[in-house]
């Protein structure tokens, strides 16, 4: 699959005739909402777990040297934390720009914290996108962050601030944490 999605995205019809949809965040969209919504509300889907494994070839890097930013793989029993934003249909062409780089929306359903659910749509980077970098160890992505810059700014101000947007939810993931923690050896490691 090409890097740029957007014409994919925009053939997806589930959601045609409503005039309102949810849309799950669980990356850069937790902290930053550059569209006009509804409503926000954290909320967290089953089965997934993030990681960042997906490249970033026009936010948080360059196509010779792209970022790595988070996507979402099917974990058995896994919860994903993150915010859920009540939008009308006309975001969706600023959001397909925003997740182009090999994103494709999926319709999923969102859990909310006073337990009810909602079908929603979400983009995931599957393994079959050009920009997919894959898995690999907490460290080697923590240095990969430490180096990547690109459009948007240092891939790991996108680490960074994902982290302490999950730890202001009052969530921990394993994954993402686990990284920030390998990015602060790194930078106290560094000479000064």
Same mark, same amino acid.
């Given at each position: 699959m090409s890097h740029n999605t957007i014409e994919a995205n925009q053939a997806m019809d589930k959601f045609d005739g409503?005039? #309102?949809v949810w &849309?799950?965040? +669980?990356?850069?969209? %937790? +902290?930053? !909402? /550059?569209f006009p919504f @509804? =409503?926000?509300?954290?909320?967290h %889907?089953?089965?997934?777990?993030?990681?960042?494994?997906?490249?970033?070839?026009?936010h948080r890097g360059t196509p010779d040297a792209p970022g790595r930013v988070a996507t979402l793989v099917p974990s058995e029993g896994a919860v994903c934390h993150g915010m859920a934003y009540l939008v009308t249909p006309e975001e969706f062409a600023? &959001? /397909?720009?925003?997740e182009?780089?090999?994103y494709l929306r999926v319709? %999923?359903? %969102?859990?909310? #914290?006073?337990?009810?659910? #909602? =079908?929603?749509? @979400? +983009?995931i980077a599957a393994a079959d996108n050009a920009a997919w970098l894959g898995e690999a160890t907490v460290e080697e992505i923590a240095r990969h962050i430490a180096s990547a810059s690109g459009p948007s700014g240092p891939n790991i101000e996108y680490l960074l601030r994902l982290a302490a947007a999950l730890?202001?939810?009052?969530?921990? /993931? #394993? *994954?993402?944490?686990?990284? =920030?923690? *390998? &990015? !602060?050896?790194?930078?106290?490691a560094r000479p000064r």
């Open positions: 409503r005039h #309102e &849309l799950f965040g +669980y990356g850069s969209l %937790i +902290y930053k !909402a /550059d @509804i =409503e926000r509300r954290p909320a %889907i089953f089965g997934w777990s993030r990681r960042f494994w997906q490249g970033s070839h026009d600023h &959001l /397909d720009h925003r182009k780089n090999g319709a %999923i359903d %969102i859990h909310f #914290e006073a337990g009810s659910v #909602e =079908e929603g749509l @979400i +983009y730890r202001a939810m009052g969530h921990h /993931d #394993e *994954h993402v944490h686990a990284i =920030e923690s *390998h &990015l !602060a050896l790194l930078s106290s």
